[in-house]
């Protein structure tokens, strides 16, 4: 059973007037990135580019970002991360409206989209680093900030496609590109009205005459990732996680359920996995687990749910069910990983940290949507999701038999534990763990 923590629900701030704002900006900047694939696809099948131009257009800004996102969290630990995101927002709000200019005129050209495309990664690069630092300083109860964060994002991935569709339909993708300029506008003015608190003395990296080098930062950054077992070891089992789950899951589930059902069951099937990511954020509110990386790892084992129901061929209301268990057991996995990386790691180091793990985390998911394809035609659909939900239960597994992971004290319970002091981010608790 899941011990929670009794602090009183009154000192769990999380609201306010700069919150909120940051809260809107993530909102609307998450709708229309969720509008980008459907507007992609339509706009280039139109102007006589096939499927693999669409899997370049968007492959230019996963690349990007992937490989830049690392030294975005030296530049969000040497400067204003506020200004930073900021900025990246005004980039992409001037590649997105180019695009739309594009789309409108009729001259597309795949190379010219593919830049686009290249430029929004690198931008996404700058701004998602500076994330990690911004949600601490808003709010006193982080894991309620990101489980509100969560709820919106999981809602905006819902009525995202459904709105770009629409826009298609009534206007063109031209259209869904503008949409998606002004969700970057609105954002950069959230952000240009946000009033970060200031940072205490001594939290930032890097100042004045006395700044290190840029590698150095990088450097110092990859020591104290290294430094903290339970940091490393679940971005290393996430890998595998990324290769043989989630990876071939996404394509090979698309490619079953239309085959079996039509792209309308497979429309469900993802709303249910957006219902449950809001399910799974709106139970992250409510429960406190002291352990929190053990918790996110035991509801993470719901994921299995879904490769598992459509690899066994099972009804489209079972595979629905599936999808929905899956989707609240990533999204508490989700808070409860982003709460405990926010909580345990040093500010003037955070940004650097958390880009080091979304790359991390990352880098594999590519290879194992590759891998999807030659896998199942050498042993069919069905099994590799089969093998998939069984992976998903070892990787769970795998991650509970780390101590350094399962026995983490959050914390507010290691705060209580230690007399006021809070207990090293990178330390083991001295308690065995309980129940």
């Keep these: 059973m899941v011990r929670t923590s009794s602090r009183p629900t009154a000192a769990r701030a999380v609201w306010s007037r700069d919150f909120a704002l940051f809260f809107a900006a993530r909102a609307v900047a998450r709708l229309g990135d969720t509008m980008l694939p459907v507007a992609l696809a339509a706009g280039l099948l139109q102007h006589g580019y096939g499927a693999g131009a669409v899997g370049l257009a968007m492959a230019a800004t996963a690349a990007a970002f992937a490989a830049l996102v690392v030294f975005g969290g030296v530049l969000a630990d040497r400067f204003s991360t506020r200004k930073l995101m900021i900025g990246a927002d005004l980039v992409r709000l001037g590649t997105q409206a180019l695009a739309a200019v594009l789309f409108f005129s009729g001259h597309v050209v795949l190379w010219q989209i593919c830049a686009i495309g290249f430029a929004n990664g690198v931008a996404g690069a700058v701004f998602q680093p500076g994330v990690a630092s911004t949600v601490p300083r808003l709010a006193s109860d982080v894991q309620g900030a990101n489980g509100a964060i969560r709820v919106a994002e999981s809602a905006a991935q819902l009525a995202g496609p459904a709105v770009a569709g629409l826009l298609v339909g009534f206007a063109s993708p031209g259209g869904v590109f503008a949409a ?34 840029f590698r150095a930062d990088l450097a110092e950054g990859w020591r104290q990732f290294r430094a903290r077992r339970w940091l490393w070891s679940v971005i290393a089992v996430w890998c595998v996680y990324m290769i043989a789950v989630w990876g071939p899951t996404v394509p090979l589930v698309a490619t079953e359920v239309v085959g079996e059902h039509g792209p309308r069951a497979y429309g469900l099937v993802n709303s249910a996995l957006g219902a449950g ?73 955070l940004n650097r940290i958390h880009a080091y793990d979304v790359a ?44 350094a992971v399962r026995g983490l004290v959050r914390v507010e319970a290691a705060t209580a534990g230690s007399g006021g002091a809070l207990a090293p981010a990178g330390a083991e608790p001295s308690r065995t763990p309980t129940g």
Excluded: E, N
């Excluded at 240009?192 to 608190?197: D, G, H, S």
């Design 180 to 213: 998606h300029a002004t969700t970057y506008a609105v954002s950069a003015l959230c952000l240009l009205l946000l009033r970060l608190p200031p940072l205490a003395p001594g939290s930032r990296a890097v100042s004045g005459r006395g700044r290190k080098a």
């Design 277 to 349: 990511t809001v399910v799974g954020g709106l139970l992250a509110l409510r429960l406190r687990p002291v352990r929190m990386l053990r918790a996110g790892a035991i509801a993470l084992v719901g994921f299995a749910a879904f490769p598992a129901s459509v690899g066994a061929g099972l009804g489209l209301p079972a595979m629905a069910a599936g999808a929905a268990v899956a989707g609240a057991g990533m999204s508490f996995w989700g808070v409860m990983w982003a709460t405990s990386v926010q909580t345990q790691v040093p500010p003037d180091v």
């Design 360 to 403: 991390g985390s990352l880098a594999m998911m590519p290879v194992g949507q590759a891998l999807a394809g030659p896998a199942a035609s050498v042993l069919g659909a069905d099994r590799v999701l089969l093998v998939a939900g069984a992976t998903s239960f070892a990787v769970c597994a795998a991650v509970l038999l780390i101590p």
